[in-house]
Structure formats: structure tokens, C-alpha cells
């Protein structure tokens, strides 16, 4: 393949892949919810990607065939990995279909997630922006916060309870 | 009867790696079993992966918490004094053309004072904008290339000052007033439902930081807000946790990569009484100093108002 060729062919794998990743990362997230070990994954997805990228059709939606190989990485990294508790093989099949049928959701979460964080308790919002922007472990917060580690996940699970309550509300409004 | 009864502390507690084995199994037999469960899974599950999501995270950044005490812009005039207020100040410019889209739906442009960059040329007045049609905010400047003026974002800043601040991302800001336009469309007693959509067009050039910035991203985010216009800057940027809505929308472009435009959208509620726009670029990761930017710039930002008919079915994009 000429230089060129290949230069434009990674500029435009590169570009379709940054396109895709987050709501690649969403979806790995559902099998996967660490965080970690979804980046991993994603990576491992971009290594098989990019080395199949040739035989993309441009034609059809990357995401679509992009998703289909961050299912067989999902699958290989839970296979060879057990250092959290696993759903198993079944719940994530069921998962992965439910989630092709139910994308108003995410439409919601996109419109609404930035409105419903505003209405987080100082606290809870202070944890959550700890947690998921800074990259801080629960127990660093509980460092910080001077809380016990399972005060700190207990706050941030109810402010993630609260914020599925409030998108829901949302969705419940925009269709009144 | 399951010794699990409490499936959504149990979804939550397996979303942060939380869950024993047995617990694992035992909610993913429910996953496979009851609809309601894999339902509720996928929600919170979708929430989790949102929350770590890089560019939904950028409106952490700039999201304080909601304040327990008496909210920033509790002196905000009712809306009906506010309309009153707007319609004297007549800052609102509304455009004349109209464009229909389908049967189901209107689209007007409200006017952004000087959207497309060509009424000014230089450095961007620095700080938080205190009355509506002017933009201000983080260090930018307008320049011109080949007869087209357009923004060129210069370094991230705290536009309140406040020493030590976060300064991850250089904003800025016009204030809209929206007054005139509930007025005039009734929006309180109207049947339809009203959205505001802001775009703007950025475009990314190699800058001498690109190798520190690999993050960087643009967005233009719209905020709405019952209130007076000088109070949004005063109570910056805890006032954010008092917005009636906001929408966000990010872009991420390579250095020389074709400019792309981008559009947030938010539901336009009766009570809002001003819109709070902004392009910015951010670069996603901490400081509290600036950060030198240089190869981002935004043009041509335009705010629509949608008129749709409150369907039965909700049409989702």
C-alpha cells in the first residue's frame, strides 16, 4: 500500500474509531462495568479492528461491525479474567439484545444526564465528579471526605439511583 | 422467595465491582428471567458508562454541586414581570424567515449577536458577560483568514478569577434573552413543545501543544435560566446547579481534520427568561493554571427555536 494510501487509510480508521468509542465504551461497560477493564477491552477492540480494518465495508454503519468485535473481546477478556464477579454467559446475551431494542434511553441520558446532575446534593455531587471525572477510588474519597469506603459507595450508588429517577422523570415530562 | 430481593442495590453494588460471586449469579439468573430487572440493569448500567464517559465527564467539570442553601437567584422575577422586563429591554432579536420542515414543526432563528465573528476583531472581552448580546469569557480572539473572521480560542482560564480554579477550559459566553420569544409564543399555554438548538461550526489546526493536549475537545453548550442576566456571572458557576435546562454536545477533531458542526439541544421550558450560550474548547485534564490552546476555532454559531406538536409518541433523533 503507498505511504499515502496508508496515511489516509489510518486518518480515517482514526477517525471513525474516536467517533464510535464512547458509545462502544457504554456498551462494553454493560457486560464490563469496570472501568479499567472496559478500557482494556477497547483497546484490545482497536488492535483487532485496525488489523481487520481492510475488510470494513464503508458502506454500513462502523459501529455496527466495530460492535461486533468488541463482543468477542468482551467475551475472551471474561473468559481469561476473574478478578471481579462475572453476569453470566446468558444475562449478557439477554443484555446485549435488550440493548439493540432500547436505544431511548440513551437518547434520554444524552439529553438529560447534564440537567439531572445539577440536581445532585453538593455532596453527592462532589463524589461523583471525584469518582468518574477525576479517577479518584473510593477509598481515596473516603481519604478525602473523612467517610467510611462503603459510606462513599453507598452515596455514589443512591446519586446514580437518583439520577436514573431524574432522567426518567425527564423522559416522563418531555412526553406529557 | 429470593434472598436477593433488593435488585437495585444489588445492580449498583455489581456495577462498582461490589458483588460476590453468589450475588453475580443470582442476578444474572434474574437478568435472564425477569424483563424489569435486565431493564433496570441496563438503565443503571448505561448511567455508570455515561458518567465515565470523557465527554459527558467535561459537564462534571463545570457543574458545581447544588448548594443546600438558599438558591443564587432566588430574586429571580416571576416569569410574568420577567417577560415584562425582557420586552422593554427588546434585546432579543428574532429572525423573519421562517422554515418549515414538515407538516409537524417550525424553525426559527433567534439572533445571535454577532454569531459569524464579523462585527469584531481581536481579543475577546475577558470575564463573565453581564447583559445580553455580548460575548465574553476565557482569553480568544477574533482573526481574520482570507476575508472570513472566526474565533480562535487562546488559553484556558477560571473566567470568575477565583484563584486556584479550575482552569481546564477556555469559554465563551453570550446571554440570550428569551423573554420575548415565550411571550410571543405563548409557550406556558401552548400545546407544543418548544426546543432550542445551538450549532456552531469548529475547525482544528496544528498548535504547539497538540502533544499535551491529547484530549482536548470543543463544545458549545446552551443553559437556561429563570433570572436576571447580571446574576448568572455573579453566582458563577454555582448558579449552573439552578438551570431549568441545558444541553451540551462535544466534538473532538484531529489537528487539520475537516471543521465539523456540532448541535446541542435542550428543551425550551416555559419558565426560562434567559439562555446562557457558550463555545468553548477544553482540555480535559485538571489545572488549575492556563493551558496554552491555539490550534482550536469555532464560527458561524446559530440558535433555532423548534416548534413541535406534543405527539403522542415521542419522535426521538
Keep these: ?176 | 422467595m429470593s434472598d436477593f430481593p433488593d435488585w437495585q442495590t444489588l445492580i449498583q453494588k455489581h456495577l462498582d465491582g461490589q458483588s460476590t460471586d453468589e450475588e453475580a449469579g443470582a442476578l444474572s439468573k434474574e437478568i435472564e428471567t425477569n424483563a424489569k430487572v435486565r431493564s433496570d440493569y441496563l438503565k443503571a448500567a448505561r448511567i455508570h458508562g455515561a458518567l465515565g464517559d470523557e465527554v459527558i465527564s467535561f459537564d462534571l467539570e463545570s457543574t458545581p454541586p447544588r448548594s443546600s442553601g438558599t438558591p443564587s437567584i432566588s430574586w429571580a422575577k416571576p416569569l410574568a414581570a420577567a417577560v415584562i422586563a425582557g420586552a422593554f429591554v427588546g434585546l432579543l432579536g428574532v429572525g423573519v424567515v421562517w422554515a418549515i420542515n414538515s407538516p409537524k414543526s417550525e424553525e426559527r432563528m433567534v439572533s445571535v449577536s454577532n454569531g459569524n465573528f464579523e462585527d469584531s476583531l481581536g481579543p475577546v472581552p475577558l470575564g463573565f458577560p453581564s447583559g445580553f448580546g455580548n460575548w465574553s469569557g476565557d482569553p480568544a480572539e477574533v482573526i481574520e483568514e482570507d476575508g472570513n473572521r472566526i474565533l480562535r480560542f487562546l488559553e484556558t482560564a477560571n473566567v470568575t478569577g477565583k484563584p486556584n480554579g479550575g482552569a481546564s477550559a477556555s469559554n465563551v459566553f453570550q446571554l440570550i434573552d428569551l423573554s420575548n420569544l415565550q411571550q410571543e409564543w405563548d409557550t406556558e399555554n401552548s400545546d407544543s413543545q418548544f426546543t432550542l438548538e445551538l450549532s456552531a461550526r469548529f475547525r482544528r489546526e496544528s498548535a504547539p501543544t497538540d502533544a499535551e493536549l491529547p484530549k482536548i475537545a470543543g463544545s458549545c453548550t446552551i443553559h437556561l435560566y429563570q433570572a436576571e442576566p447580571d446574576a448568572i456571572g455573579k453566582a458563577w458557576p454555582q448558579v449552573i446547579s439552578e438551570a431549568v435546562a441545558i444541553g451540551n454536545k462535544v466534538v473532538r477533531l484531529m489537528p487539520g481534520e475537516e471543521g465539523r458542526r456540532v448541535t446541542a439541544s435542550c428543551i425550551l421550558e416555559p419558565e426560562a427568561t434567559l439562555a446562557l450560550i457558550s463555545v468553548n474548547v477544553n482540555a480535559r485534564k485538571p489545572s488549575t493554571t492556563p493551558i496554552k490552546l491555539g490550534g482550536y476555532f469555532v464560527d458561524d454559531v446559530q440558535l433555532t427555536v423548534i416548534r413541535q406538536p406534543n405527539l403522542p409518541v415521542r419522535v426521538v433523533k
Excluded at chain 1, 468482551?74 to 453476569?87: D, H, I, P
Excluded at chain 1, 477510588?137 to 443512591?158: D, F, H, N
Design chain 1, 1 to 176: 500500500m503507498p505511504v499515502a494510501d496508508s496515511e489516509d487509510n489510518h486518518e480515517h480508521f482514526t477517525r471513525l474509531l474516536l467517533e464510535s468509542e464512547p458509545a462502544m465504551l457504554r456498551s462494553i461497560q454493560v457486560a464490563v462495568p469496570h472501568r479499567a477493564d472496559a478500557r482494556e477491552i477497547m483497546q484490545e477492540t482497536a488492535v483487532a479492528l485496525w488489523r481487520q480494518f481492510d475488510t470494513f465495508d464503508s458502506s454500513r454503519p462502523f459501529i455496527n461491525w466495530a460492535m461486533g468485535f468488541a463482543r468477542i473481546e468482551t467475551r475472551r477478556f471474561l473468559a481469561r479474567e476473574s478478578r471481579r464477579a462475572q453476569l453470566s454467559e446468558k444475562a449478557i446475551e439477554a443484555l446485549e439484545l435488550e440493548m439493540e431494542h432500547s436505544t431511548e434511553f440513551d437518547y434520554a441520558i444524552e439529553s438529560h444526564l447534564a440537567t439531572c446532575l445539577g440536581k445532585l446534593s453538593e455532596k453527592s455531587s462532589r463524589l461523583i465528579k471525584g469518582y468518574y471525572h477525576e479517577g479518584r477510588s473510593p477509598e481515596a474519597l473516603s481519604k478525602r471526605e473523612g467517610r467510611t469506603v462503603e459510606a462513599i459507595y453507598k452515596t455514589i450508588q443512591r446519586s446514580r439511583g437518583e439520577l436514573q429517577t431524574c432522567i426518567e422523570r425527564q423522559i416522563r415530562k418531555a412526553q406529557a
